[in-house]
């Protein structure tokens, strides 16, 4: 039986921060992760080929006939049937874009595989496929990922019954086993609503599709939620949330306003924390590009904020159009902050400074204790690596506060 191993490409650089942790396939869009959708169609587990610092807990794993697949691809039914009829030394591509490769070869760099991958015997494939480039195609494109992963989820199964209690417009909703659905308005006209094992979405909530709510989450009372947004598990969300992507483990609990957005794992937002996701000019929003090192065209008229894993932010806290912010920062007080907040950095409007690694992973651990996780020494040394990865990012901000003040 062969052996798949997802590679990350120069998609991971283009990524971050939200990959700053994590391969890029272990992102989650629609209901699950891309990992998830390529376990599903090729019915294996996968192992990970991705940065050195990263394999400790997202090891790659060889055999003598290994099918590399590129993990920012959307898996799909012909898709991944093409890939397991893959010989070997063939190279399956894209417009350009390597989509998978056959190789007895055991790599262990993403430069060395791609390298020896375009030497390969070239197969073009026909079909359009879904390809994740950059952090905004997570919202960009979810709405068309959730309806695929709700087809393919809930096929053949059978939903919980919604109880008299709610209002129901529309017929496309899924209910998994244990989650509590009580006074709630749900309109599926315009796609469908998936609600995870055990999820509670509480009384006054109103849903308009599409919608995924992962396991363990809760909607609290009153949240607005339109589509297409998807809420990892384990979450807490309240107040008004459009089209946002949330991963696991992350909380908007309160008031206030996420929209075009993606918030990694482990963050959380104080009450009455907005994103703006339009520009006062209607002008197309530019984004930070950690691959170029400047800001970039997203080509989009809404686009929110984007914010790594283990990132936090008081009351109040407002983010102007188009903000980045990294990992295991920790940002509060009034006024608008700038619209690229480098890792690790600890403050506001006002100005940053940097916030030290031990107490970040001190937070880390006590914030992960809370649901029964333990902040593993594989996942200390990944956000050692990122606090140093970053530092010249911080010095930049640095040098910015003082231009400004001087």
Not at 123 to 132: D, L, M, P, T, Y
Not at 204 to 230: E, F, N, P
Request: glycine residues 8%.
């Amino acid at each position: 039986m062969s052996n798949f191993v997802l590679f990350d490409d120069n998609r991971w650089e283009q990524l971050l921060p939200l990959t700053f942790t994590k391969p890029v396939a272990a992102l989650r869009i629609g209901i699950d992760t891309i990992t998830e959708k390529w376990n599903y169609y090729l019915q294996t587990k996968i192992s990970y080929l991705t940065q050195n610092y990263l394999s400790e807990k997202f090891a790659a794993y060889f055999t003598e006939d290994n099918i590399y697949v590129n993990g920012g691809v959307i898996a799909n039914k012909n898709l991944a049937n093409t890939i397991q009829n893959l010989k070997s030394s063939s190279v399956l591509i894209k417009d350009g874009e390597i989509l998978a490769f056959r190789s007895s070869e055991k790599y262990f760099s993403t430069h060395s595989l791609l390298e020896h991958a375009r030497s390969f015997s070239a197969i073009e494939f026909e079909e359009n496929i879904i390809s994740i480039f950059r952090p905004w195609h997570l919202f960009q494109f979810n709405d068309s990922v959730l309806k695929k992963d709700f087809e393919r989820i809930t096929k053949g199964k059978s939903s919980q019954k919604l109880s008299s209690t709610n209002t129901l417009i529309g017929e496309n909703i899924f209910i998994e086993e244990g989650a509590i659905v009580e006074a709630a308005i749900i309109n599926t006209n315009k796609g469908p609503v998936y609600i995870g094992k055990d999820v509670e979405i509480m009384e006054g909530c109103m849903l308009r599709g599409s919608i995924a709510i992962g396991k363990g989450s809760v909607i609290k009372m009153g949240a607005k939620i339109y589509g297409a947004t998807t809420i990892g598990t384990h979450c807490k969300i309240g107040g008004e949330v459009n089209n946002a992507v949330i991963q696991n483990y992350s909380n908007k609990a309160h008031e206030g306003y996420l929209g075009n957005a993606v918030l990694g794992e482990w963050c959380n937002l104080g009450a009455d924390t907005n994103n703006s996701n339009l520009k006062n000019t209607y002008a197309e929003v530019k984004l930070w590009d950690y691959a170029t090192q400047k800001f970039i065209n997203t080509g989009l008229q809404f686009c929110g904020l984007i914010m790594g894993d283990h990132s936090k932010c008081g009351i109040n806290t407002m983010f102007n159009t188009g903000t980045v912010v990294g990992v295991s920062s920790n940002i509060f007080g009034d006024g608008y902050p700038r619209n690229f907040i480098p890792s690790y950095s600890w403050g506001g409007a006002s100005g940053f400074t940097t916030y030290k690694l031990k107490d970040a992973l001190l937070v880390a651990e006590i914030v992960m204790k809370r649901k029964e996780i333990i902040l593993s020494e594989a996942d200390k040394n990944i956000l050692t690596t990122v606090y140093a990865l970053s530092e010249r990012h911080r010095k930049g901000e640095l040098i910015f506060m003082r231009k400004k003040i001087s």
